[in-house]
């Protein structure tokens, strides 16, 4: 819901950066414009929405928000991790491996 502000024209979901939903904005109704998407179907991993609300002047991105479906850990291993969640990795014996541990959007 955006509460002020010039009208968007349209808005959109990004789910991981990249975009999954698009559609026309309704005008403003005392300066509130709202939508709804529902995301589903998400079985396993850690997941990233924004919203952007788009007008002529551009767009303007919500914060972000992280979903963890089907019991993923909210952790995330960026050398393991980099296209979805890691189920299992292998790591080599007698090897050294530096890993770096992050909270999406935290």
Same mark, same amino acid.
């Given at each position: 819901t955006k509460w002020s502000g010039t009208d968007a024209t349209s808005w959109r979901v990004l789910e991981d950066g990249v975009e999954i939903?698009? *559609?026309?904005? +309704?005008?403003?109704? *005392?300066g509130k414009q709202t939508g709804r998407y529902h995301v589903g179907n998400r079985e396993y991993g850690v997941f990233t929405y924004q919203v #952007?609300? @788009?007008n002529a002047a551009g767009e303007t991105l919500s914060d972000k928000a992280t979903y963890v479906a089907g019991g993923a850990? #909210?952790? %995330? @291993? %960026?050398s393991i991790d980099s296209q979805a969640q890691a189920r299992q990795t292998t790591i080599d014996l007698n090897k050294d /491996?530096?890993?770096?541990? /992050?909270? +999406? *959007? #935290?």
């Open positions: 939903h698009r *559609a026309a904005a +309704p005008a403003s109704d *005392a #952007g609300l @788009i850990s #909210g952790l %995330q @291993i %960026q /491996t530096d890993l770096q541990v /992050t909270r +999406p *959007a #935290g």
